[in-house]
T-cell receptor, first 110, second 115 residues
Framework: RKEVEQDPGPFNVPEGATVAFNCTYS??????FFWYRQDCRKEPKLLMS???SGNEDGRFTAQLNRASQYISLLIRDSKLSDSATYLC???????????FGTGTKLQVIP | NAGVTQTPKFRVLKTGQSMTLLCAQD?????MYWYRQDPGMGLRLIHY???????AKGEVPDGYNVSRLKKQNFLLGLESAAPSQTSVYFC??????????????FGDGTRLSIL
């Protein structure tokens, strides 16, 4: 089983729709979680950290479910500019390196 | 504030040639990382460093060497380039905060083609 798994998509959604992605992780010692966004042929950029209590940043909401070992990203009122690949990132307690998922591709359609 | 800067941005090499990719960060980060990203695959860690003078192997270290002589710089070397090393290379850096992982900040990548 992969350490971090994501549905590769693509998720094709109309503008204004709400879309959610999940990311599962296999190591229960995972401590820190992040969502990154990567545009085609560009570098990954931090979208948001994921806290145990869940967190929201504008149209984006991230949640953590430790019992089922997954994190989620919810995007409300999708914009064309949200089209990108969303990477899930997990850090295991005490380790200096993180594990990246292979990403979920989102295409927002006019 | 430049953040993480990678040079060069693009390079084409012939099989067997050597080259060095430079990564520089101005955020006083302790940790630095080199990744490669290939079509349809996620980011794969090549080598990383947790401080000046220290390096460690990642997931795919074969064919690469690294050095961290100064805190702000992390060099990735290809001694004898092979076509399988054609890829996009990303450097990243982050703070350290005990056992809690910190987000990484990425450079904009080096696109390397080996003919």
């Amino acid at each position: 089983r992969k350490e971090v798994e994501q549905d590769p998509g693509p998720f094709n959604v109309p503008e204004g729709a709400t879309v959610a992605f999940n990311c599962t992780y296999s190591n229960s010692a995972s401590q820190s979680f992040f969502w990154y966004r990567q545009d085609c042929r560009k570098e990954p950029k931090l979208l948001m950290s994921v806290y145990s209590s869940g967190n929201e940043d504008g149209r984006f909401t991230a949640q953590l479910n430790r019992a089922s070992q997954y994190i989620s990203l919810l995007i409300r009122d999708s914009k064309l500019s949200d089209s990108a690949t969303y990477l899930c990132v997990v850090n295991i307690r005490g380790y200096q390196k993180v594990t990246f998922g292979t990403g979920t591709k989102l295409q927002v359609i006019p | 504030n430049a953040g993480v800067t990678q040079t060069p941005k693009f390079r084409v090499l012939k099989t067997g040639q050597s080259m060095t990719l430079l990564c520089a960060q101005d955020m006083n980060h302790e940790y630095m990382y080199w990744y490669r990203q290939d079509p349809g695959m996620g980011l794969r860690l090549i080598h990383y460093s947790v401080g000046e003078g220290t390096t460690a192997k990642g997931e795919v270290p074969d064919g690469y060497n690294v050095s961290r002589l100064k805190k702000q710089n992390f060099l990735l070397g290809l001694e004898s380039a092979a076509p399988s090393q054609t890829s996009v290379y990303f450097c990243a850096s982050s703070y350290t905060s005990g056992e809690v992982g910190q987000p990484q900040h990425f450079g904009d990548g080096t696109r390397l083609s080996i003919l």
